[in-house]
T-cell receptor
């Protein structure tokens, strides 16, 4: 079956512009995660959605970052007024969530470059 | 701060040798997972070990968990050039499904 997909695969934007990154999780997965990975670094947790519960936003680095998940499926990560330090690969992952196997399945990522 | 920290940061070995990498974490966990990341396949789940388990095997992989020391190790036996990748541990905060990834170990297997 289809894995986690993300779009766009690459995004170049000018400083100060807003960007939207999209994630399509695996069908039936109730948990969805967003991470950020800078070049040569580990993964930085951003936000976690589980079913209809309130998301865990504790990893969002500033109020310029927001995310939503519509209908318990597709998620959009929005970065407003982008800064050069926002340049990174943004990874989305999904898992079966509460009560199921906890392995996360990752998408290929969106490489964001802010010029 | 990171929940998990891997060590060493980088490791270079010859094909056929074993590779061991370690992960330390800070708070109580429900389970710990290891992931591999390479340029070809992105991030892939390798193995999950629960807090009540001490050792787990999967093919050439062996994972141990010592909850008293808050540490885990990943052993790759008879390494291959294709094992060249970065390896990350991920731990949950007990009672949640939020996972925190470590900084990773970059493994290079020389043919």
């Amino acid at each position: 079956g289809a894995g986690v997909s993300q779009s766009p695969s690459n995004k170049v934007t000018e400083k100060g512009k807003d960007v939207e990154l999209r994630c399509d999780p695996i069908s039936g997965h109730t948990a969805l995660y967003w991470y950020r990975q800078s070049l040569g670094q580990g993964l930085e947790f951003l936000i976690y959605f589980q079913g209809n519960s309130a998301p865990d936003k504790s990893g969002l680095p500033s109020d310029r970052f927001s995310a939503e998940r519509t209908g318990g499926s597709v998620s959009t990560l929005t970065i407003q007024r982008t800064q050069q330090e926002d340049s990174a690969v943004y990874l989305c992952a999904s898992s079966l969530g509460a009560g199921g196997p906890l392995e996360q399945y990752f998408g290929p990522g969106t490489r964001l470059t802010v010029t | 701060s990171q929940q998990g920290e891997e060590d060493p940061q980088a490791l270079s070995i010859q094909e056929g040798e074993n590779a061991t990498m370690n992960c330390s974490y800070k708070t109580s966990i429900n389970n710990l997972q290891w992931y591999r990341q390479n340029s070809g396949r992105g991030l892939v789940h390798l193995i999950l070990i629960r807090s009540n388990e001490r050792e787990k095997h999967s093919g050439r992989l062996r994972v141990t968990l010592d909850t008293s020391k808050k540490s885990s190790s990943l052993l790759i036996t008879a390494s291959r050039a294709a094992d060249t990748a970065s390896y990350f541990c991920a731990t949950d905060a007990a009672g949640t499904y939020k996972y925190i990834f470590g900084t990773g170990t970059r493994l290079k297997v020389l043919a």
